[in-house]
């Protein structure tokens, strides 16, 4: 499974951008996806998931202001982010784990999201 991330860039506090992950192959009905976030110095953090089932799950410091969806005809997963603070800043990694063998976990490259005015 490769993962590509796109969509990163610099925006100022209270703007919106939009992640994309490129997908190889039709996995969404076993795996689970992800966009995690790395900020200097600190651990990567799950940011937003969807189960094979598309069940959605936010962390509560992005409830609200972000969307995971996925396209499934298009093996595209992305993440729309809305109202981006200072503190959004990191690296914004696509992630992929099989549903059932979780040793089957995969990982993009990630793309810089920077929020400053």
């Known amino acids: 499974v490769e993962l590509v991330e796109s969509g990163g860039g610099l925006v100022q506090p209270g703007g919106s951008l939009r992640l994309s992950c490129a997908v190889s192959g039709s996995i969404f009905n076993i795996y689970a996806m992800g966009w995690y976030r790395q900020a200097p110095g600190k651990q990567r953090e799950l940011v937003a998931g969807?189960?094979?089932?598309?069940?959605?799950n936010y962390s509560d410091s992005v409830q609200g202001r972000f969307t995971i969806s996925r396209d499934i005809p298009k093996n595209t997963l992305d993440l729309q982010m809305n109202s981006l603070e200072p503190e959004d800043t990191a690296v914004y990694y696509c992630?992929?784990?099989?549903?059932?063998?979780?040793?089957?976990?995969?990982w993009g490259q990630g793309t810089q999201v920077t929020v400053s005015s």
């Open positions: 992630n992929a784990r099989h549903t059932y063998y979780r040793d089957y976990d995969y």
């Open positions: 969807i189960t094979s089932r598309g069940s959605t």
